[in-house]
């Protein structure tokens, strides 16, 4: 915590005051056995600096939660926001309870299931990513009230506090967020609000422009006094309808009024020594890892050459992706078997149909013919073993590219993780079918995939952004953590991906060798290589022989890991 200063810290002065209070009582933190540190690791400095406040300011890892979460939503607008959602993995170390916070988007109640399409029944380019029709009822928001009310220690007013203080003095641009807007500017500046607010004179800002942003502040400030109706209701409620219907979207006071966090029970298994604890539906990560697990219990990576892991690792993707499309969608609305799809039989059946020396082409495997890229990802951990894994959305960069005036809300655009038309691939070339398709109320199928893996010895905490590869980049962490490499590989190993459709091998720049690539393909795969890396896994490692607390940034981004030493 040496360089605390130089970070969120010093740019308001009643902070130091909160500082001072952090230090005296961080001494009183942390019951023996437990860690000996205190971790949080984020996609930005400024956010991992957060949730480090609130732990030495007495808070656990769900206030960390909080302040990351509201922090990023200042600092990485291309990732996540309060105009967006994702889910929250939560361990409390007193009782073992888990549970997972969903506040996924979820569709208003004017959506219908042609809503993006022409009047010749086609998908119209662009309608579900752009402007604000693209975009869900946020429950961001409603998430931090819930964690705040039913998990932490501090009050919204200490937890927010620091991005409150973000988006009021602003925060140093950096490549990232320059490259994102680059990526996203048409629709930025077709938002009046949003070019004011994220770009410099219609441009992408310079590096080290600091884009301040009074508005958001000021929705930052009523939910830190009002909580989750500080958003939903008030004033904040009726600017965010008025804008979005201004603009052509179909929002309602009551698909704001009625919005509501669900606590849902994780996905669970057992893999050996190890229990894997991760997202439950709406996000399909869970119930994939699972599959894909139970798939390497029948067919195991033992004695395999690299070139013959990879091959048994894509075919496992492949069909674990093909249930997502074939099964997959809001629990609440449609009827999934969720039970068969976790079923060890299952697995097994579908890994005896892998044949270790030639590809399966994916529309041999049937799936009826019928997310975001950057997203963002943190870990914490606390000195009483609390623990957080978080994976949340706006889905594109920069969401749906429209701020809500008044607001400083920018929307999502995750309505194009439904299926506007079964058998349409969205904009990360998903498949979708009837399960997923856009029904009021319902909430989207997700890939965000926050992550326990727990050991007598060990316990692990990892995710990553990434849109449909977050489930495949998990699987390879989740391998090395199993392996027992440290962390640091975890989050910088190279990356292969195969979703179903398209039927192709995704392999990040220098991630195989020639030879094993030459050996891929004459097993049959079609291999894409891939321009530029992806990824930005945040991951935390607590060795429970010894007590030490390792944690890690992925290399690809700019985010930031501490660990804390605690004394005890």
């Known amino acids: 915590m040496a360089d605390i200063g130089r970070g969120i810290f010093c740019l308001k002065a009643p902070l130091w005051s909160l500082f001072i209070f952090c230090l005296l009582v961080s001494s009183l933190v942390g019951a023996a056995g437990g860690p000996r540190g205190e971790a949080v690791a984020s996609a930005h400095p400024l956010a991992t600096e957060a949730g480090l406040m609130m732990l030495q300011a007495g808070g656990n890892a769900f206030d960390?939660?909080?302040?990351?979460?509201?922090?990023?939503?200042?600092?990485?607008?291309?990732?996540?926001?309060?105009?967006?959602g994702?889910?929250?993995?939560?361990?409390?170390?007193?009782?073992?309870?888990?549970?997972?916070?969903?506040?996924?988007?979820?569709?208003?109640?004017?959506?219908h299931p042609d809503m993006y399409l022409d009047e010749k029944g086609e998908v119209v380019a662009g309608a579900s990513i752009d402007g604000p029709l693209a975009a869900g009822i946020p429950g961001t928001p409603a998430a931090l009230a819930h964690i705040a009310e039913h998990y932490g220690r501090l009050p919204l007013s200490v937890s927010l506090r620091p991005a409150i203080i973000l988006a009021a003095d602003g925060?140093?641009?950096?490549?990232?967020?320059?490259?994102?807007?680059?990526l996203r500017l048409s629709p930025l500046r077709d938002s009046e609000e949003a070019a004011a607010q994220f770009l410099l004179d219609g441009a992408v800002p310079p590096h080290r422009h600091r884009p301040r942003q009074p508005a958001?502040?000021?929705t930052l400030h009523r939910i830190a006094r009002n909580g989750a109706r500080g958003f939903y209701a008030g004033e904040i409620a009726e600017r965010l309808v008025t804008a979005v219907r201004a603009g052509g979207g179909i929002w309602?006071?009551?698909?704001?009024?009625?919005?509501?966090?669900?606590?849902?029970?994780?996905?669970?298994?057992?893999?050996?020594?190890?229990?894997?604890?991760?997202?439950?539906?709406?996000?399909?990560?869970?119930?994939?890892?699972?599959?894909?697990?139970?798939m390497l219990m029948a067919r195991p990576l033992d004695g395999l050459d690299e070139a013959g892991r990879v091959h048994l690792l894509v075919e496992i993707m492949r069909r674990a992706y093909a249930d997502r499309a074939r099964y997959l969608g809001d629990a609440d609305h449609v009827s999934v078997p969720v039970a068969r799809l976790l079923n060890r039989g299952y697995a097994q059946r579908l890994a005896r149909q892998i044949d270790p020396g030639r590809a399966t082409p994916s529309p041999v495997l049937s799936a009826p013919p019928a997310e975001g890229r950057d997203t963002t990802h943190f870990s914490v951990l606390d000195a009483a073993g609390n623990r957080v894994a978080a994976t949340l959305s706006v889905n594109y960069p920069f969401g749906s590219g429209f701020v809500a005036a008044g607001t400083g809300v920018l929307l999502n655009d995750e309505m194009d993780d439904f299926s506007a038309k079964p058998g349409s691939a969205n904009a990360y070339g998903l498949i979708g079918n009837h399960a997923n398709a856009i029904a009021p109320g319902k909430r989207m199928l997700s890939s965000m995939s926050p992550t326990f893996l727990e050991s007598p010895d060990r316990v692990a905490i990892l995710g990553t952004p990434g849109g449909s590869r977050i489930i495949s980049m998990?699987?390879?962490?989740?391998?090395?953590?199993?392996?027992?490499?440290p962390v640091a590989d975890w989050v910088a190993r190279g990356r292969f991906h195969h979703q179903y459709m398209p039927?192709?091998?995704?392999?990040?720049?220098?991630?195989?060798?020639?030879?094993?690539?030459?050996?891929l393909r004459q097993k049959g795969h079609r291999i894409r290589q891939l321009d530029e890396p992806y990824g930005n896994m945040q991951a935390i490692s607590w060795d429970r022989v010894s007590g030490e607390v390792t944690a890690a940034s992925d290399p690809r981004g700019i985010g930031r890991s501490v660990v804390v030493p605690v004394s005890r």
């Open 503 to 519: 039927d192709r091998v995704e392999v990040e720049p220098a991630a195989l060798g020639d030879e094993v690539l030459g050996a």
């Open 64 to 84: 960390a939660a909080v302040a990351v979460s509201a922090a990023l939503a200042v600092v990485e607008p291309y990732g996540s926001g309060l105009g967006g």
């Open 252 to 294: 309602s006071s009551r698909d704001l009024r009625d919005y509501r966090v669900l606590e849902r029970a994780p996905v669970a298994t057992r893999f050996g020594e190890y229990r894997l604890v991760s997202a439950n539906l709406p996000s399909s990560g869970g119930i994939l890892l699972v599959q894909m697990l139970n």
């Open 171 to 182: 925060f140093p641009v950096d490549r990232v967020y320059r490259r994102m807007a680059g």
């Open 474 to 485: 998990v699987l390879l962490g989740l391998l090395d953590a199993i392996d027992g490499r």
């Open 216 to 218: 958001l502040a000021e």
């Open 86 to 111: 994702g889910f929250w993995l939560l361990h409390r170390a007193r009782d073992g309870h888990q549970v997972m916070i969903d506040g996924r988007e979820r569709a208003p109640f004017a959506a």
